[in-house]
């Protein structure tokens, strides 16, 4: 699959979004898009994108809302490279953003960036007041204490302290998966999906979000820094409970298959054709090396 085209939409999209709600003489700012613009794999962008296009819509209309995605996404790895965090020093191949700039600023330009995220979908005059509120619901809600921070405060809870399975579960679909989910959710936005298209599209983003973290948990044991662009054994080095520690690393990637054939035959059973593309991107984030 050749995603060029939505890499260039949304690199393009978040560098004009900087240049009109950031002051150019801020710190803060420059920090922000240092950690921002240009370095990311866009994984939730596409997506979005993709599962737009499956609901017989312009992906194109959709840049906002993958922005606002990519701008929260941001703002969390910036926290949580944090020293009080998971205290990484690389991140995307570069300097984190607190080693650059110093622990103040960056703890800043994740504030500015949960900012910008919103200010990103309110401005923007091509969508109707009420899907506005709407998506801004959607996006608090999946960031905020019941979704995303909640999954971190466990993370953080559960470091030099077990977690069993059902724990494990709740925080990487907190921590992780809100925010995938938040893609299915803002691409389907304003479609009106059937019974069965609804679940299947919740289901199959929920397993996504699984999947997703399964494959960070393998490649912390087993990748490469260089490929991965931050460093490899931090959670060992942190004494995190992952499904590496629980599962193993074999049956780890026997859950993540499983759980990436359930959600595309639920996908493919609603949507028919149409998923094939959504399909065929978590195959790749099944196998990805990075």
């Given at each position: 699959m050749d995603t060029k085209v939505?890499?260039?939409?949304?690199?393009?999209?978040?560098?004009?979004?900087?240049?009109?709600?950031?002051?150019d003489n801020s710190q803060v700012a420059q920090?922000?898009?240092?950690?921002?613009?240009?370095a990311g794999k866009r994984i939730r962008a596409i997506l979005?994108?993709?599962?737009?296009?499956?609901?017989?819509?312009?992906?194109?209309?959709?840049?906002?809302?993958?922005?606002?995605?990519?701008?929260?996404?941001?703002?969390?790895?910036?926290h949580d490279d944090l020293p009080c965090m998971d205290?990484?020093?690389l991140r995307r191949g570069k300097p984190s953003c607190h080693k650059a700039f110093g622990e103040s600023t960056a703890l800043l330009a994740g504030d500015a960036l949960i900012g910008l995220g919103v200010e990103t979908i309110i401005n923007d005059n091509s969508i109707a007041d009420h899907i506005k509120i709407k998506a801004v619901k959607l996006l608090t809600k999946a960031m905020g204490p019941m979704g995303m921070i909640f999954g971190q405060e466990l993370d953080l809870e559960h470091e030099n302290k077990p977690a069993s399975k059902e724990m494990l579960n709740s925080?990487?679909?907190?921590?992780?998966?809100?925010?995938?989910?938040?893609?299915?959710?803002?691409?389907?936005?304003?479609?009106?999906?059937?019974?069965?298209q609804a679940y299947a599209l919740k289901l199959f983003f929920e397993n996504v979000g699984l999947v997703f973290q399964i494959v960070d948990d393998i490649l912390d044991v087993e990748?490469?820094?260089?490929?991965?662009?931050?460093?490899?054994?931090?959670?060992?080095?942190?004494?995190k409970s992952t499904f590496i520690t629980l599962y193993g690393l074999e049956e780890s990637k026997r859950i993540a298959a499983q759980l990436?054939?359930?959600a595309n035959v639920k996908l493919k059973d609603a949507f028919g054709d149409k998923a094939d593309m959504l399909i065929e991107y978590t195959s790749y984030l099944l196998n990805r090396k990075k």
């Open positions: 939505y890499l260039e939409a949304i690199e393009k999209e978040l560098t004009l979004c900087c240049d009109r709600f950031f002051y920090a922000a898009r240092y950690s921002l613009l240009n979005l994108f993709l599962t737009a296009e499956m609901c017989n819509k312009n992906w194109k209309d959709y840049v906002k809302y993958a922005c606002a995605v990519e701008m929260i996404h941001c703002y969390s790895l910036i205290n990484d020093d925080i990487h679909k907190h921590k992780t998966g809100r925010m995938i989910s938040l893609c299915g959710q803002l691409g389907s936005i304003d479609s009106e999906l059937n019974c069965q990748g490469d820094q260089a490929q991965l662009g931050k460093p490899v054994g931090s959670d060992n080095d942190n004494n990436t054939e359930e």
